[in-house]
């Protein structure tokens, strides 16, 4: 049955280490089977929030709900389940034998073999963990998060240390238990995955959201496009004179032009110039990630995309 109760409901949530603020006034709600993209630079408070989240770590003011439980309550009901980037895994172990003993931590856990066969590492099931690299180590974190069969999955840079095979079938395999109806929330330094993958991008710096929204959203605060063209001799203090223009960088008899107002930036080229071989390219995740990450903060963004 449709349920109106959001899957993550962070209210107000702040956070401090010392005179360090982690976290400041975060708030932040994800409704069942979407698949969100929690992206910042180093120390923007991504993980604090993260711990926040999974109960690890308790917030000095405002509340976390999971399903409407507290996060502890949802761990322990097997309805939230996390990958995380290190520790959990003993060395001397096999594969198979790490699963089967996490397994025994839930009463209704998922047979072995199938989160193994799901996690893509039954054919190493007998392999000591010490002896996996560190993609398959990852996988086999999946697997264990895959035996309480969780309706929150919460994924800490997931794909590190896998090749670019393994990163491609890991996310297949999140899409698909996503379109069953399962929520993912999941941090990355790898923003392509985020511009694939992701329903929703939610940009953290300084421990404060300043973009909320689908990926073409948040792309779409990078305002601006590039207008790339060959043009020996190029005049770059009359390029920068025109209208909406940010920036202009030679490159040889390449001339490139940042601007807001591309069009204006191609006619002057194609009319007033020898200017050829143009081409006009809108930003990229990046290029917003950059915008929004760098500089001054912009603490209204979020609300103009949700």
Request: proline share 5%.
């Amino acid at each position: 049955m449709p349920t109106t109760t959001p899957t993550v409901e962070l209210t107000d949530l702040t956070k401090s280490y010392g005179a360090v603020t982690a976290v400041a006034g975060l708030s932040l709600r994800i409704r069942p089977g979407e698949v969100v993209a929690f992206l910042g630079p180093n120390g923007a408070g991504k993980t604090t929030t993260i711990d926040m989240l999974l109960g690890l770590a308790r917030p000095d003011t405002g509340t976390v709900r999971v399903f409407g439980d507290s996060p502890v309550d949802a761990v322990a009901l097997g309805r939230i389940a996390a990958v995380m980037q290190t520790g959990g895994l003993l060395k001397d172990m096999t594969v198979a034998e790490t699963v089967r003993m996490t397994a025994n931590f839930y009463p209704h856990a998922r047979p072995v073999a199938e989160v193994l066969d799901r996690a893509g590492i039954a054919d190493i099931a007998d392999r000591r963990v010490g002896k996996c690299s560190g993609g398959q180590q990852q996988r086999l974190r999946f697997a264990m998060a895959l035996l309480p069969d969780p309706d929150l999955m919460v994924l800490d840079e997931p794909t590190t240390g896998m090749d670019v095979a393994g990163r491609r079938d890991f996310w297949t395999a999140i899409r698909r238990d996503a379109r069953a109806g399962r929520t993912v929330l999941f941090a990355t330094h790898y923003l392509e995955e985020a511009d694939a993958y992701a329903d929703r991008i939610v940009l953290i710096r300084q421990g404060r959201i300043v973009a909320d929204g689908t990926t073409a959203e948040v792309k779409n605060l990078a305002a601006g496009r590039l207008v790339r063209a060959t043009l020996p001799g190029a005049d770059q203090v009359r390029l920068a004179a025109l209208p909406g223009v940010e920036s202009v960088e030679v490159r040889g008899d390449t001339v490139l032009v940042q601007a807001s107002d591309s069009d204006a930036v191609a006619r002057h080229l194609l009319t007033a110039t020898a200017a050829r071989d143009l081409e006009i390219t809108s930003r990229n995740l990046e290029d917003a990630f950059l915008t929004l990450t760098t500089g001054t903060p912009t603490d209204d963004l979020q609300g103009s995309l949700r």
